[in-house]
């Protein structure tokens, strides 16, 4: 794995937000951890955009919800070609899990 890359970085051991989603009114919001996912796109995944054009930010937020996380942002760097996701999601096992899928995609380097 290059870890100069891709990295996953563990914000949520300084910081935790509650989760509302479908939470009851009588019970405290569970905690979620916020991890940032950096990826530079591979040339496969250049071209799967350029004959797909669409909404990579809502496709992302749609396939994070469905995992019960939430995404707190997205961002391209202009100058490096990477994008940089901020998510929220119940446990690290959830984000390692992401992240291998991410990885065995083949769309990111």
Known sequence: MKTATIAL????LLAEIG?????PLNE????????LFSA??????WQFM???PGDRRAATVDAIK???GKMLGYYWGLTTGKNY?????????????????????????
């Open 9 to 12: 970085l563990a914000i949520g």
């Open 19 to 23: 989760n509302t989603q479908d939470t």
């Open 28 to 35: 405290p919001p569970k905690p979620m951890r916020i991890f």
């Open 40 to 45: 530079k796109p591979s040339p496969a995944a």
């Open 50 to 52: 350029k004959k797909n």
């Open 66 to 68: 469905n995992i019960g």
């Open 85 to 109: 996701i901020i998510v929220a999601v119940p446990d690290g096992r959830t984000a390692q899990a992401m992240l291998i899928q991410r990885l065995s995609s083949g769309l990111v380097l």
